[in-house]
């Protein structure tokens, strides 16, 4: 039966089973706690039911605007940072082909607003100088810096091409139903709107328009999406059994590890499609984990690439670390490697094997080197990369990252430390009101 797996046999030379089942108990309580909204940051459990209660008429609106956008523009620019970025980028990398960007045919979906990068929104803004193109503008408070530069530039930009009236129309905001100068100017403006639920955060919120609405225009099925999450939903609910719900065995035995010392996870994947799945992982788990002084450091790498690279650290640097190897069991094409009479590479060994077998190898040679280099590894594989896989694995994430956040005793859906560097930029930016904290940091950097 196809379904997402989590082995823990590569783990156990290095932590026991009984440690991992000996968190049962807890384990439990803190799903008790998530179904039952009664743990730290209560009011931000919206995702929890979120894929069940998506309706239709949300899915055929979302669609309809995904649509219009598409028909009258070759790019939509998907401003936002954080949360309200990489679960649609991510999405899009694992479902898109690799070179949707070089072919003619389609829509593009571009990002901005993930950076505060000049040479990056300059060039940005000359590529749109030649195409036609929308914007989705998307921030929860609607107060986030990054993509507010951002959509000032391309808001000015796309007026002075087709007018205030024709840009208003090309605009769509996805922010707080109420709160936050993005709703203001929405409403001021007269764009159209998608609203992010107020118990539903950032990191958490791919499920929501913040994801949805960028991953139709990109042309994926969001339904599938949004069916293999209710999947995932009803596979690691509080009435699923410790010993068959993967949400609550990967969050064990991550804390397990934790406590033996091993206090990074780096999630191996062997596909470059998976690259910003980590990314949306890491800032998923960093955010929710990584306070008080607590919380595993989430890392990543792209196998067989940083093997390559990283590879020499992971094999033989600090024992601190223990690996999450996602990967793919089917791949969506075949390619075999051909023969070739001079074998000068002395592969023909490897004539007529598929491209996966070797990876496939690759994967389990590395696990088993890594196991004899001090380093555990959990496995978690999906069935094929498909959308109802990637919503199922989504939502698989999210739930074992509020499980692991309560067993930390931490909220799991704050993140107070992200504000620090903030202020800091605002009082050298010379905000009215940072004067003070400004000329102490100028002395502090001697600039
Ligand atoms: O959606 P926004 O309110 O613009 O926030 C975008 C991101 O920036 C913040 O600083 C937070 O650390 C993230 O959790 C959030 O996803």
Known sequence: MSKLQVKLNNIYQFVDASDVLSLKNKVNDCQKLI???????????????????????????????????????????VVGIGGSYLGAKAVIEALGNSFSMLDNGGTKVLFAGNSICEDYHAELLKLLDKHTYSIVVISKSGTTTEPAIAFRLLKQHLEGKVGKTEAASRIVAITDQSKGALRKLADTEGYRTFVIPDDVGGRYSVLTPV?????????????????????????TSVGVPFEQNPACQYAAARNVLYAKGKKVEIMVNYTPKLHYITEW?????????????????????????????????????????????????KPSHTLN????????DQLNFLTGKRLSEVNHMAELGTIVAHNDGGVPCIQISIPELSAFWIGYLLYFFERACAISGYLLDVNPFDQPGVEAYKKNMFALLGKPGFEDEGKALRKRLGI
Not at 53 to 67: F, G, H, P, W, Y
Not at 211 to 234: C, H, K, N, S, W
Not at 291 to 308: M, R, S
Not at 337 to 344: R, S, T, V
């Open 337 to 344: 490697i051909p023969n070739d009479p001079e074998n000068l």
């Open 211 to 235: 994801g949805l609405l960028p991953i139709a225009i990109a042309g994926f099925d969001i339904r599938q999406l949004v069916e293999g999450a209710r999947q995932a939903m009803t596979d």
């Open 35 to 77: 179904e039952g909204k009664t743990g730290k940051g209560s009011d931000f459990l919206g995702w929890v039911t979120l894929p069940a209660e998506i309706t239709d008429d949300q899915l055929k609106s979302i669609e309809k605007v995904a649509n219009e956008l598409r028909s009258k523009s070759e790019f939509v620019v």
């Open 281 to 329: 992982w890491k800032q998923l788990y960093g955010e929710s984990e990584g306070k008080e002084n607590k919380g595993i450091f989430p890392a990543g790498v792209d196998f067989t690439t940083d093997l390559h690279s990283m590879g020499q650290y992971i094999q033989e640097g600090e024992r601190f670390i223990f690996e999450t190897v996602v990967s793919v069991e």
